[in-house]
């Protein structure tokens, strides 16, 4: 089992009038190499950075209403055939449910893996429709806020067992 306790996720959001960036290095996840099985989670109250305090209040109660769902995970399996006893740089496919704002979709997310010195490390870009995980962004604000966030996803896996 491949354990990650330090990740990072980044988010952005690009709209006409505003962009927004946020991130956690609360990221936490899991490979099973036997069985391919790949998850990670963050939770919500995590994310820091924003544009003020009142734009960070907004997105954890008005849109991510994180008190009725405090985690984003993905669960799914990694596609390829990846040897991981063996040092290199891999690109990789996990098709899974991504669950955000208490919506599970199926997804398909695309990244590199790298094995070296007995450890793994995930880097993965994708983007997250908001309509998606229906988060309503209100007619006010939709030139400040993107239809799609752009997800940054670096997180290192070490041998070990999940408690």
């Known amino acids: 089992m491949l354990v ?3 990740g990072l996720i980044k988010l952005k959001s690009e709209a006409p009038l505003e962009i927004i960036e946020f991130e956690s290095n609360a990221l936490r996840g899991v490979i099973n ?3 391919k099985s790949f998850a990670f989670t963050v939770s919500i109250v995590s994310f820091q950075g924003f544009n003020s305090e009142i734009q960070r209040t907004h997105f954890m109660e008005n849109y991510m209403e994180q008190k ?9 399996k990694i596609i390829e055939d990846i ?3 063996i040092p290199g740089t891999y690109p990789v496919r996990a098709k899974g449910e991504f669950d955000i704002h208490g919506v ?11 094995i070296k010195n007995n450890a793994a ?9 908001v309509a998606d995980h229906g988060i309503a962004i ?3 604000v939709q030139q400040k806020i993107a239809d799609e966030i752009e997800v940054a996803v670096d997180i290192e896996f070490v041998h070990g067992s999940k408690s």
């Open 4 to 6: 990650g306790e330090r």
């Open 33 to 35: 190499p036997a069985t």
């Open 68 to 76: 009725n769902f405090p985690q984003a995970k993905f669960t799914g």
């Open 83 to 85: 040897p991981f006893d």
């Open 104 to 114: 599970k979709k199926e997804r398909i997310i695309k990244g590199i893996l790298v």
């Open 121 to 129: 490390h995930i880097h993965a870009d994708f983007s997250v429709p």
């Open 138 to 140: 209100p007619k006010i």
